[in-house]
């Protein structure tokens, strides 16, 4: 007989379920770099850099062009005191052994006295 008109049912069973989350930290080992040879990295790159830029500024100057400043009222008819000129070089250089790869040319008559 069924006790004060239950019904049979399903047998619920609590069960206790125990979850255990783990977490797994990786370590990365990175190497440092000491500070101080960051710095002289950074260092050696700058004087490299310089060192190109007054190779080339010298190499420049020395066979392509050459700055003047006007000195005096001598040539005042042409030329004003104090006035820049960006000389070329190259137009009057002799031809040379590296004739064959520069474009050089004869100086026409009145360029050069």
């Known amino acids: 007989m ?21 977490v ?17 990295i950074v260092l050696m790159e700058r004087i490299q850099s310089l060192l190109t830029l007054l190779v080339m500024a010298t190499v420049v100057l020395t066979f392509l062009l050459q700055p003047f400043r006007i000195p005096s009222e001598s040539m005042e008819q042409t030329l004003l005191v104090g006035d820049f000129l960006l000389v070329n070089k190259e137009l009057f250089a002799p031809r040379g052994i590296w004739g064959w790869l520069l474009p050089y040319r004869e100086p026409a008559r009145g360029e050069r006295s």
Do not use: A, D, N, W
């Open 2 to 22: 069924e006790p004060h008109g239950e019904k049979p049912g399903p047998v619920e069973e609590m069960i206790e379920v125990q979850v255990t989350t783990v």
């Open 24 to 40: 797994v930290e990786e370590t990365v080992f990175v190497p440092r770099t000491p500070v101080l040879h960051l710095i002289s």
